[in-house]
């Protein structure tokens, strides 16, 4: 099953996942604020800055060349700014990455992802699985 969004905020959640599955990283960086932080629990991923940010999907796309999120059940704004989403990603590297994964198994991480927006721009996102 993949909900889809109904809200504004809940659409631009959705944008984000369409826009990292086929690495529109123009799009991205115009959606990511210049100041986003990013973090991901438990793996130790913590970082502060929209070049940064893009910089790490792209290092992704490097070793994960088939990475993206599916299998989403949940997109729901849970106030004026946030939206949380269940969903999996995961992908195939094409070596270990610690961590993560190891070369050549899948990668399927079921997170819960919470996605904070102002004036229309993503400021803070931070998934856990």
């Known amino acids: 099953m993949d909900v889809q969004p109904m809200t504004d905020l809940e659409k631009l959640a959705d944008a984000y996942i369409t826009a990292y599955n086929t690495e529109d990283y123009d799009y991205l960086g115009g959606l990511l604020d210049e100041n986003i932080r990013m973090r991901h629990t438990p793996r130790g991923v913590d970082n502060t800055g929209a070049a940064p940010a ?3 999907m792209r290092d992704f796309t490097a070793i994960l ?3 993206g999120f599916t299998q989403r059940t ?3 704004q849970v106030s004026d700014d946030t939206v949380v989403l269940r969903h999996t990603w995961g992908g195939t590297p094409l070596a270990d990455v610690p961590g ?3 070369k050549g198994e899948l990668i ?3 997170l819960v992802t919470f996605m904070t927006f ?3 721009r ?3 996102y ?3 699985g």
């Open 54 to 56: 893009i910089q790490m």
């Open 65 to 67: 060349p088939d990475k």
């Open 74 to 76: 949940l997109i729901k």
């Open 100 to 102: 993560f994964g190891t």
């Open 108 to 110: 399927a991480l079921e």
């Open 118 to 120: 102002a004036d229309g």
């Open 122 to 124: 993503l400021v803070d």
């Open 126 to 128: 931070y998934d856990f």
